[in-house]
């Protein structure tokens, strides 16, 4: 037999540990605070993967309507969805975020060259103001204190 405590003996309730004095009743455990912008952070990137795959489809488009998949229009549409992938894993760094709009921005202005990527660049565009006008909400209630995460114990809201 070992003189080391098990699993079970080494885990303290929050409670317990906390410095209460006598007749204080129950202390509260609150959690850690949660990043809620990690979640969003996976849902950047998720459009982004999405993103990549419809203008990877766009090469059909224009292969049949443009000059064929080695134009410069075929190059350009590749060429984002390869930039569009890679910037889906860079969503957790601080310059995620800007990566994707600038990349949004490109899609757009390469209407001149293909008409359908600068249509599908408006969109997804629109998609892209969905997410930011979340983003800028959710900032927004944690600033006021009103994400649920950010409640005193025991307090609901109906």
């Known amino acids: ?10 885990r303290t309730d929050p ?9 204080d009743g129950p202390v509260a455990f609150t959690p850690p605070a949660k990043d809620p912008f990690r979640s969003f952070r996976g849902v950047l990137a998720g459009t982004l993967v999405l993103e990549a795959i419809v203008v990877g489809l766009a090469v059909l488009v224009v292969d049949n ?15 984002l969805a390869v930039a569009m992938v890679l910037a889906a894993g860079v969503q957790g760094r601080s310059w995620g975020l800007p990566v994707a709009i600038a990349l949004q921005a490109a899609m757009i202005c390469c209407a001149f060259i293909t008409p ?22 959710v900032q927004l209630r944690m600033k006021e204190g009103r994400l649920p995460g950010q409640r005193p114990v025991g307090e609901h809201t109906d």
């Open 15 to 23: 409670a317990a540990s906390s410095p209460a004095t006598p007749g």
């Open 65 to 79: 309507l443009g000059s064929g998949v080695g134009s410069v229009g075929g190059w350009l549409v590749g060429g």
């Open 1 to 10: 037999m070992t003189d080391q405590p098990t699993a079970d003996e080494t």
């Open 116 to 137: 359908a990527l600068g249509a599908l660049g408006l969109v997804f565009g629109l998609v892209w103001v969905g997410l930011l006008w979340m983003r800028w909400d």
